[in-house]
């Protein structure tokens, strides 16, 4: 069985500060952990994902996450946040081929002037 | 390339209702999924298909059939529209299910019952 908990169904932050999306997850398995991005009136798309290569996972548009074993973990930080990062964003987990995306209940990020 | 097309965008339906949302795919991919969307709850999944001619039920099938008959398409199918349907839907496709494979989505279909 595996599941994701998503802290904070809402984060505001100004432009230019920290962004900090938190996310836990439980697996049964070793986990393949993804953070998918939904703007709005649009479908989800790939932001980042570990697949056990590193554990600092880079992705697009400036975002980067760490995958924390002994925590559980899998937060997603930006250093600077933009306007153009307002949007929700949704972990999630899958474990071996076969096994289905588990998504948490996603976080809307609001980013003001 | 396309990617995932899904039909309607959006639909308003009465109680009781049937309707059929539409979804393509031209990346040539083997599994398929329908996801609801509600507020708070993340995506849910209703239906997957793993290749053509198959389909398989996931977290919430109940009230939903789906059909898988050529590889590229993947339908959803509502026979009796209820209240609690009311979400926003997607589909999405992958090479394979589980692991790191990446699922890409659909613009999603917005839908009403009242």
């Known amino acids: 069985a595996q599941s994701v908990t998503q802290l904070g169904s809402h984060v505001s932050v100004s432009e230019g500060a920290l962004v900090l999306l938190r996310c836990n997850y439980s697996?049964?398995?070793?986990?393949?952990l993804f953070w998918y991005v939904q703007y709005p009136n649009q479908g989800l798309q790939l932001l980042l994902k570990?697949?056990?290569?590193?554990?600092l996972v880079k992705g697009i548009n400036g975002f980067e996450a760490e995958f924390k074993k002994s925590e559980t973990s899998f937060h997603l930080t930006k250093p600077s946040a933009h306007m153009s990062d307002a949007a929700e964003y949704f972990c999630?987990?899958?474990?071996?081929?076969?096994?289905?995306?588990?998504f948490g209940g996603g976080t809307r990020l609001m980013v003001k002037p | 390339n396309a990617g995932v097309t899904q039909t309607p965008k959006f639909r308003v339906l009465k109680t009781g209702q049937s309707m059929t949302l539409l979804c393509a795919q031209d990346?040539?991919?083997?599994?398929m999924y329908w996801y609801r969307q509600d507020p708070g709850m993340g995506l849910r999944l209703i239906h997957y298909?793993?290749?053509?001619?198959?389909?398989a039920k996931g977290e919430v099938p109940d009230g939903y059939n789906v059909s898988r008959l050529k590889k590229q398409n993947f339908l959803l199918g509502l026979e009796s529209a209820a209240p609690s349907q009311t979400s926003v839907y997607f589909c999405?496709?992958?090479?394979?299910?589980?692991?790191?494979?990446?699922?890409?989505f659909g613009p999603g279909t917005r839908l009403t019952v009242l």
């Open positions: 990346m040539n991919h083997e599994y």
């Open positions: 570990y697949t056990s290569a590193a554990t």
């Open positions: 999630a987990v899958s474990g071996d081929a076969g096994n289905m995306l588990t």
């Open positions: 999405a496709s992958s090479p394979r299910t589980g692991g790191a494979d990446t699922q890409y």
């Open positions: 697996s049964s398995v070793p986990p393949y």
């Open positions: 298909s793993v290749g053509e001619g198959t389909t």
